[in-house]
């Protein structure tokens, strides 16, 4: 599966941005998945991991209740909806896939959200957050 992320911008601290992921090659409807961002001068770190096994997605402590993660199957496609960013919130963020082999492997890979359980990496986009 290829992925191509976009959405980035800046916007102003309380703001909005809605992040697409779009996928080709391949249906997303067997992944799982997941958010990440990459801030300068820090590790990646998980943002949110769904699958439609497991439709309940994983978020991250920081973004819980700010971030929301949906999707529309008929485009192939996975959003990521922002709202209140804050200025740590800088960042580029990517989308990533990995294709299920079962339900506990989807059950595992969505709980632990980890960016070394995904092996298809879209391009990255920057998201800037500054007043």
């Known amino acids: 599966v290829q992925l191509q992320a976009s959405g980035g911008g800046s916007v102003h601290p309380g703001g909005s941005l809605r992040l697409s992921c779009e996928a080709s090659?391949?249906?997303?409807?067997?992944?799982?998945i997941g958010w990440f961002r990459q801030a300068p001068g820090k590790e990646r770190e998980e943002i949110s991991c769904v699958s439609l096994i497991d439709i309940t997605p994983h978020y991250a402590y920081s973004v819980k209740g700010r971030f929301t993660v949906s999707r529309d199957n008929a485009r192939n496609t996975v959003f990521l909806q922002m709202n209140n960013l804050k200025a740590e919130d800088t960042a580029i963020y990517y989308c990533a896939a990995e294709k299920l082999r079962s339900v506990v492997h989807s059950a595992a890979i969505v709980t632990s959200c980890e960016d070394s359980d995904f092996t298809s990496w879209g391009q990255g986009t920057l998201v800037t957050v500054s007043s």
């Open positions: 090659g391949a249906s997303l409807d067997d992944y799982a």
